[in-house]
T-cell receptor
Framework: DTGVSQDPRHKITKRGQNVTFRCDPI?????LYWYRQTLGQGPEFLTY????????KSRLLSDRFSAERPKGSFSTLEIQRTEQGDSAMYLC???????????FGSGTRLTVV | AQRVTQPEKLLSVFKGAPVELKCNYS??????LFWYVQYSRQRLQLLLR?????SIKGFTADLNKGETSFHLKKPFAQEEDSAMYYC???????????WGAGTKLIIKP
């Protein structure tokens, strides 16, 4: 499968723990996005990378959230001191150009207990 | 604030009937509009975008700037069209997409 890969598919963690998710975009795509989706809602923007540069970050993203894309290839999203409200599907997408549509990964479902 | 509204959470029609999934947006600039679809147990995928003016799987959507709408239409629904449909807006000033809450389309046999 040469699409966007996300790992893990599911994560259950206790409140207060740190979690890290990984996204491998399509290799030719220089743009990478993270979104969060909760039940009954559309995706909500978290952050955006062009190559290794993080160009946009949602104001909704607290300081507990951090994302990296160190070599302009894969990206990681870390959530520190998780809270129950962080429970959601975390989606990664990549695109080749600004006007192009996204290619999404399958997502990582986080459950904080 | 910029917003995308999909007024129907659920739309159920019979096979062969016409389908219209509504999408309205609020944005005063030059929008880019998209429709994404998510079939059961599959990932989100792009269905169509207004700049392409294309028809995918029999679906079309026309951007109406006067009514700030981008409704998705298909003249004859098929059972395989059953899915979750999301309308999304990209602003001309940045890179993120703003999404509607989605409409679940059920095609009855």
């Amino acid at each position: 499968d040469t699409g966007v890969s996300q790992d893990p598919r599911h994560k259950i963690t206790k409140r207060g723990q740190n979690v890290t998710f990984r996204c491998d975009p399509i290799s030719e795509h220089n743009r990478l996005y993270w979104y969060r989706q909760t039940l009954g809602q559309g995706p909500e923007f978290l952050t955006y990378f062009q190559n290794e540069a993080q160009l946009e970050k949602s104001r909704l993203l607290s300081d507990r959230f951090s994302a990296e894309r160190p070599k302009g290839s894969f990206s990681t999203l870390e959530i520190q001191r998780t809270e129950q409200g962080d429970s959601a599907m975390y989606l990664c997408a990549s695109s080749l150009e600004r006007g192009g549509g996204y290619t999404f990964g399958s997502g990582t479902r986080l459950t904080v207990v | 604030a910029q917003r995308v509204t999909q007024p129907e959470k659920l739309l159920s029609v019979f096979k062969g009937a016409p389908v219209e999934l509504k999408c309205n947006y609020s944005y005063s600039g030059s929008p880019e509009l998209f429709w994404y679809v998510q079939y059961s147990r599959q990932r989100l995928q792009l269905l169509l975008r207004h700049i392409s003016r294309e028809s995918i799987k029999g679906f079309t959507a026309d951007l109406n700037k006067g009514e700030t709408s981008f409704h998705l239409k298909k003249p004859f629904a098929q059972e395989e069209d059953s899915a979750m449909y999301y309308c999304a807006l990209r602003l001309d000033s940045n890179y993120q997409l703003i999404w509607g809450a989605g409409t679940k389309l059920i095609i009855k046999p």
